[in-house]
């Protein structure tokens, strides 16, 4: 991760996740997959997050391009940190689990693959909801993967359940 990551919040985990630090170690340490395939935090906001995965020998795939499962680990990335923002540090606790994951891919992903995702106001609504409910809801994102020319290279939507523990 390069130390040029925007933060459009001075909350506690926007500054946590982009210390290039302690978010590598984060991830060599709880997902070391993404760790070793070179995935990068570019940006994130209560908002919105990218992140980018590169096609290199680690994520390569028989036929010259980045493995659809290095695709799909970034692109839940980019909605899991919007998702973990939202539960990070609240009371009461709220547990976050994907429940489903779908994907459609429209170009071979030959180079650095960023993926959008721009639904942190929705996530955050569920997580509220969540917790005033006090039942398990879920929510199905998008998260949008371009190739360096800004070609669409795939799509994913990442549904997330989120449960607040009483």
């Known amino acids: ?17 982009n210390s290039p630090v302690r978010f ?12 070793f395939s070179g995935l990068k935090l570019l940006k994130i906001s209560g908002t919105d997050c990218e992140v ?9 795939n028989p036929f010259r391009s980045t493995y659809f499962a290095c695709l799909s680990m ?4 980019s909605t899991g940190l919007l998702a973990m923002s939202n539960v990070y540090n609240r009371s009461p606790k ?9 994907g459609k891919f429209y170009k071979k992903a030959v180079g650095v693959t960023q993926f959008v995702c721009k ?24 998260s949008s993967g371009y190739a360096e020319n800004g070609e669409i290279v795939a799509e994913f939507w990442i549904t997330w359940s989120f449960k607040a523990r009483r």
């Open 119 to 142: 639904e942190g106001d929705l996530i955050r609504d569920t997580v509220q909801k969540a917790i005033d409910l006090s039942e398990a809801q879920s929510i199905k994102v998008l």
């Open 1 to 17: 991760m390069n130390s040029s990551v925007k933060v459009s919040s001075d909350d506690s985990f926007f500054r946590l996740v």
């Open 24 to 35: 590598r170690l984060f991830l060599l340490q709880k997902l070391p997959a993404a760790y």
């Open 52 to 60: 980018t995965i590169p096609f290199k020998w680690f994520t390569q």
């Open 94 to 102: 709220v547990s976050m689990l994907v429940v489903a994951i779908e």
């Open 74 to 77: 970034a692109a839940e990335m």
